[in-house]
Nanobody, 124 residues
């Protein structure tokens, strides 16, 4: 199983970006997916999450500006980021878990799996 994030880049304050994360592999079930971010010198923090039933949650700092969603196959995760601020600058990571998947013929239950991260830079 792999998570491949994309869509980061450089944008001016007030602009928008849309991040995507594709979960590939022999997926059986994903309980929740989320976006995290880590700015230089800071701890990784939860940005937004979406549960298997569709319930979403957001960090207070992004409420009203960011929207998390899934593709119809539920194996693609998106983060629409509007009204971006310089303080949104960070590496953004997608996360999936708990997750069940097949590795060969064996079913694996993992607590979570991380993508490689995509850089978002917001200039003032």
């Amino acid at each position: 199983v792999q998570l491949q994030a994309s869509g980061g880049g450089l944008v001016q304050a007030g602009g928008s970006l849309r991040l995507s994360c594709v979960v590939s592999g022999k997926i059986v079930f994903i309980d929740a997916t989320a976006w995290y971010r880590q700015a230089p010198g800071k701890q990784r923090e939860l940005v937004a999450g979406i549960a298997s039933g569709g319930t979403t949650n957001y960090a207070d700092s992004v409420k009203g500006r960011f929207t998390i969603s899934r593709g119809n196959d539920k194996n693609t995760l998106y983060l629409q980021m509007n009204s971006l601020k310089p303080e949104d600058t960070a590496v953004y990571y997608c996360n999936a878990g708990p997750i069940n998947y097949y590795s060969g013929s064996e079913m694996v239950a993992a607590r979570d799996i991380w993508g490689q991260g995509t850089q978002v830079t917001v200039s003032s």
